[in-house]
């Protein structure tokens, strides 16, 4: 991934009448990075994809796409953007050539360079089979590779990819996830989805946004940390007192699932595991179960979400 900036974010605001859809939201994509953007209904997401691509002006703030600005050059930075909207604009009479001839000339590349532009979109989506087929007959996954060929026609700087495996089977699911790592190689991808495992597999950076404001923004490694255990499964045949359990080191609190299997809840740099373990043998406990319970991406995401949903109604 390099350095190289191809999109800056800037104190982006938006309002509809009084409401703050979008609140002060800044950041920058990088060559080469998958940036996964998240966020519940209602949160500003929509608003901000539709900003970025150039369909709705922000009230506030600046966006530069490969040294364009968005306000002052829009002809310049557009021409920067591929972008692929939830539903993709296709014109389902056309074969899938035509349509990329069309999507080739609107995007202003140079007649004697269409030809090659359309080959190489339809060869990096996989349409080969396809080229003479009415986009209408293709199946959801051939139309969603279409919708992606148009959006790097032109070979933009930047690729907006609004929920691009909505609606797929398991196998187109897959093929796509395929071509965006693809795409990323040469572009810099913004990625909108609502499936969590996705943000995973594909993206870099993944950044959350919640009642019109940037809440989380951080590589997908340090969220992985995030969903480390901090929590131990226990069950014990011969159980001391909760208050026993909870003496020991790194502790934090414990919950009674039954009379025998309880929940340990510890600090993340303080694993009580290896004195569960002597002290289970040495005082009798009869030990059956010690296990980490291990975080999903989608407990991690809604505790991101509450704790800032806390924090605005302590502010408030």
Not at 31 to 59: H, I, Q, R, W, Y
Not at 115 to 129: D, H, Y
Not at 306 to 316: F, K, Y
Request: proline fraction near 5%.
């Amino acid at each position: 991934m390099s350095n190289t900036t191809l999109l800056s974010a800037k104190s982006l605001s938006r309002f509809y009448g009084s409401q703050h859809a979008v609140n002060n939201v800044s950041f920058e994509i990088h060559k080469g990075e998958v940036l996964g953007f998240l966020g519940p209904n209602g949160a500003g997401k929509s608003t901000t994809m539709k900003m970025l691509s150039g369909n709705l002006a922000p009230d506030r703030g600046e966006i530069t796409i490969n040294g364009y600005d968005l306000l002052s050059q829009p002809k310049q930075a557009k021409a920067q953007i591929g972008y692929l909207p939830e539903q993709p604009p296709l014109y389902k009479e056309l074969t899938v050539k035509e349509f990329l001839m069309f999507c080739a000339q609107i995007n202003q590349i140079p007649s004697a360079k269409i030809t090659k532009a359309v080959n190489t979109a339809i060869e990096r989506c996989g349409l080969n089979e396809v080229t003479k087929r009415l986009i209408g007959h293709l199946s959801k996954g051939y139309q969603q590779r279409v919708g992606i060929a148009q959006a790097i026609i032109h070979t933009p700087a930047v690729v907006i990819l609004d929920e691009p495996t909505s609606g797929l089977d398991p196998i187109q699911i897959r093929e796509i996830r395929h071509l965006i790592r693809d795409i990323a190689a040469e572009h810099s991808v913004i990625l909108s989805t609502h499936i969590l495992p996705e943000v995973q597999t594909l993206c870099d950076r993944v950044q959350i946004i919640n009642h019109g404001k940037l809440i989380f923004s951080d590589t997908i490694s340090s969220l992985s940390q995030q969903m480390q255990a901090s929590s131990l499964i226990l069950s014990l045949d011969n159980p001391p007192d909760i208050d026993r359990l909870q003496q020991l080191s790194g502790v934090t609190a414990i919950e009674a699932i039954s009379s025998t299997r309880f929940r340990l809840h510890y600090q993340p740099d303080n694993n009580p595991t290896q004195d569960l373990l002597t002290y289970a043998v040495s005082e009798h406990w009869q030990l059956t179960e010690l296990a980490p319970e291990q975080h999903s991406l989608e407990d991690v995401f809604m505790n991101i979400i509450q704790q800032e949903s806390l924090t605005d109604v302590q502010a408030a």
